[in-house]
């Protein structure tokens, strides 16, 4: 019978075939990352919940396997308060402890450093405690956010329980994108068609000649947003270009590409059984904003002009290489219009050497941008550009809910790299076709 | 078994759990009664008087209640104010699941427009009815047999708990 990469992806592994619908007792996930905003808790909870369990075992406490666990501080780092510091210094005795892979405080962002360090894998299973998790889903894995309780239930055992394996809502996107438009439009495009609530349930699995034709950077962006429509997760088959990718990912990580790694790969059967097929016209879609307060609230950047106080370039969802050159490209021997203040921050670590190296760090920085260290910067709103009532910003992020960002009489709007740095040399939202 | 409350607010589509519980609060406790607290202060600061005026109050919704990010803190910031059960005519996954390992009711029924404000509530989980009786009207509870079993228990800690255990014992002693 046919089967959805999804499908697949669970029947490896429980070792059994399995269909959309189906309840799962007990999964075993293959790899789980924590930030600093929920690891804390979860390690606190999960020593008062299990530690007389081990004792009483006669074992130590012990996760369930070190080597499929990561620790990533990204949200408000470096550290901005007491409490954040004394969280990152828990996570990092615990893993000191157990052998858990820890990251430094602007080594990246979680979801950034999972695909980069080859630490989630196409056809893997992982979670993490974040939505964001989704992300992941570019690299054909089946990835999704989890709570506090299930992420310490996880360190005990590494499963998941109950779990229902999810219908697919497959889009198949075909047409060439016009100039100035990216997958962040695509996906603010979808958004609205689709409503904060129209991919509940169900996976979106991203198919056709426009995916096909993206690279991991644009397929990231896509598989990030999708939790703004409330999809279970997103997921894009494995091709050549995901390869390649996670192959350099490897590299970095002194590992090789093996028959073991390429045999995990999934892709979803032709005839596969979808809960619903939704047809997407890349080349009618323009470049799109979405405006307050919702990420579905999507409208062509033409018909929109708002004066805009804050620009912000970073997040999981579009600050890797590719965001970051179309970017430098607009903003080069531009400056950043006096009325508004351009906040970059690079995804990871890595991105902000080779943007060091490439000079497009100099470009901003000449450009009158403030530039720092890679986290989720103003995004969490709690540090690094916190908005003020009345503010307006342009951001390159995933969600523009009232309050998101700082104060909730503050507007936020979402966009490409392309816009965010249009509108910020013009100070109002701007179209950045004249620019390229 | 049975839970009773009275409706205590009502919220329309799309509650993200931003609104529900702020962005800028998960780091600063690690304690759950912190987060009810802070409930709502940002999109509806009446909330938490509204929910503390009844020993058991129940919050109303219309669709995909709980949507945007997985911070569990949004299940305590509501649940930690005397609250026993969200009504919603659906919820995304992650905040759903959130729900059941915390013991606070997650009930979908298929239209809730007619729960007003203030009404007495009866949920009978073995029955699946929502009864709303102020109104002396009924409906149907969608859940799973799953959710149903976790929403008595209150959560899967003590399933966990055995499933650890029975792990532990099939692992080989190692010398400490």
New interface residues.
Partial sequence: MPSTITEKIVSRAMGRKVKAGELIEALPVDKIYFNEVIGPPAILNFQKDFQDVYTESGKRVQVFNPARVAFMPDHTVPSCSIMVSQGIKMMADFAKQQGIQMYKEGDGIEHTIASEEAFVLPGEIAVATDSHTCTQGALGALAFGIGTTEAENLLATGELYSFYVPDTMRFEVSGKFQKGVYSKDLVLHVLGTMGEGGCSKNVAEYTGPTIDSLDMEGRFTICNLSVEMSARTAIINPDDTTMRYVGEALARRKAKMTDDVRGMIARSDKDAAFSRVVKVDASQVEPTVSLPHSPANAKPVSQVSDPISVVFLGSCANAREADLTVAAKILKGRKVSPSTNLIVIPASRRVYNWAMDNGLLKIFADAGANIESSNCGPCFGKHMGILAPGDRCLSTSNRNYKGRMGSPEAFIYLGSPAVAAATAVEGRIADPRKYL | MQVRGKVAKRFG??I?T??II???T?????DKQFFADHAFE??DPSFKAAARANKESIVVAY??FG???????A?YAIKYNNVVAVVAQ?F???FY??CL??GLLPIQVEDTSKLAQGDELLIDLDSRTLTDVTKGSSHRIIA?D??IE?MKRG???G???E???Q???A?P??A?
Avoid: H, M
């Fill in positions: 589509d799309d993200n931003d609104y702020p962005a800028y998960l780091q600063e406790s690690w940002s999109y669709n995909n949507c945007g990010s997985s911070r569990e803190q299940v659906s995304p996954d992650i699941r959130n390992n915390n799973t799953v959710a976790q959560g899967f800690l399933l966990v708990r499933r650890l255990r792990k532990l014992k692992q002693q190692r400490s």
